[in-house]
């Protein structure tokens, strides 16, 4: 299994060229076009899509169908990208479909194609992996973007969902909400149904002109489609505005205030598929689905108030500042934080965000041998010049982990800014975990 690790995160070294889509589509014409067989459900946004790909997941199985999800990106392990029925594949079926898909490098670098980038040939296996056992359903979301995303070399899916859209990787997709929600809107395929969250005014206008022009029957999801009821302690109970104007009561779990959101975008998304014929689900498999989902490193609490979010763009900061702002007001409780972030997102804006409304006693830095990694002693300067709080830079994320906890005392904590650093932090655990057992 190391060297299938190994092997992959080499792939940027020599194929940081991507190939074209009518070149990815050769490489599934090798493979025997096995996209054509599946009933496709599209995921594009900037925050939510995991989250909504989880819910989908959970209440499709709560239905009896096979689901097949793949996500993006991995937490701990590459093999968390392809899950059957909501567990990680099995590791022979992993290597399989990893010997298949080098194989296949060989044979189109051979006839003069580019070999796979590191996402496409992820998502080649993806395919392999899914052509073997042939789900009912298979979920795709999207890596960077939409237009141009490898994923969008597939030719009709049964619907396409556009969660939130908000300021991300605008190297890439643009430096407007326009811009980036045109490159999203380029997943669209004629007729095919799209549900989007039409929360971000300048987005919706361009999602609507896209779809319309493509006779794409259009759902629009709203803050008006759910109303709060009340909120427990695993989480909100919320009323959702079905597609066919009823409504339904689910339990959240997450305390997330954003979840709400992206739940309402699931139900909508499962009741346009029925109501288009093309999976039946009963009110009962939602209320369940929802309840049973699980999404790691989404407000995830991993010990008694101490919670990861993988937030690390604008869009998702400014989310998880309105949760921890609400949970402070509701508890009186300090808040810790324990960061990092990429040296390409936006940290100073995301940083001023987040100390925005909350009451912070002690944030901790922690720096993770990463080449993309921001300075850490920058990160330290930007939160003292929001906050008058202690501010501690750890060379290591075991070391910034026992900080954490070591100074959070009865408060509430958080960590946030990196997937990266989320996704160390859950190994780390891990391997506590493992060492108690013995």
């Known amino acids: 299994m190391n060297t299938i690790e190994e092997y992959l995160n080499g792939i940027p070294m020599w194929a940081a060229r991507k190939n074209t889509l009518a070149d990815i589509r050769r490489y599934l014409e090798a493979l025997g076009n096995p996209d054509d067989s599946f009933r496709i459900i599209h995921v594009a946004g900037t925050n939510g899509k995991g ?21 993006s990106p991995h937490l701990e392990l590459t093999r968390e990208r392809f899950l059957q029925d909501g567990e990680m594949v099995s ?34 296996m993806c395919m392999v992996i899914n052509a073997s056992w042939k789900p009912d359903f298979l979920i795709l979301e999207t890596g960077l ?4 995303d490898v994923t969008n070399v597939i030719r009709r899916p049964v619907l396409t969902i556009l969660t939130s859209i908000s300021m991300d990787h605008m190297q890439y997709l643009g430096n407007t909400l326009a811009e980036i929600a045109a490159e999203k809107a380029g997943i669209l395929k004629p007729g095919v149904p799209v549900v989007y969250d039409a929360s971000c005014r300048e987005g919706v206008a361009v999602i609507e002109r896209r779809a319309k022009s493509l006779e794409c029957p259009l759902y629009a999801v709203n803050h008006e489609d759910y109303t709060l009821l009340e909120r427990c302690g695993d989480g ?13 009561v689910v339990a959240v779990p997450s ?16 009741g346009v598929l029925r109501k288009r014929g093309i999976a039946w689900l009963s009110p009962d498999d939602v209320i369940r689905g929802i309840r049973r989902s699980y999404w790691p ?64 006693s002690r944030v901790t830095i922690a720096h993770m041998d990463n080449a993309r990694y921001a300075d850490v002693g920058q990160l ?3 939160f003292r010049a929001e906050l008058s709080c202690p501010v501690k830079v750890c060379a290591s994320v075991e070391e910034a982990w026992a900080d954490f906890l070591k100074y959070r005392g009865d408060g509430l904590a958080f960590c946030a800014g990196s997937l990266y650093l989320v996704g160390a932090v859950k190994s780390l655990l891990n391997e506590e975990n493992e060492h108690d057992q013995f």
């Open 51 to 71: 989250s909504v790909c989880a819910y989908l997941t959970a209440m499709l199985r709560e239905a009896g169908f096979s689901v097949g999800t793949f996500i």
């Open 91 to 124: 590791e022979e079926l992993y290597a399989e479909a990893f010997e298949k898909v080098r194989d296949l490098s060989d044979a189109m670098t051979a006839e003069g194609l580019n070999p796979p980038t590191y996402f496409e040939f992820l998502f080649y």
């Open 145 to 148: 973007g939409g237009r141009l």
């Open 236 to 248: 909100p109970r919320i009323s959702v505005r079905t597609v066919d104007g009823g409504q339904v």
């Open 255 to 270: 305390q997330a205030e954003y979840q709400m959101m992206n739940v309402t975008v699931a139900i909508r998304a499962v």
């Open 297 to 360: 490193g989404r407000m995830e609490e991993v010990l008694p108030g101490v919670y990861l979010d993988g937030a690390h763009n604008e869009g998702g900061i400014a989310a998880l500042a309105d949760t921890i702002a609400r949970m402070q007001s509701e508890t009186g409780k300090p808040v810790s934080l324990m960061f990092g972030a990429m040296s390409d997102k936006a940290h100073e804006l995301m940083i001023r965000r987040l100390c925005e409304g909350i009451r912070v």
């Open 380 to 382: 330290a300067e930007e």
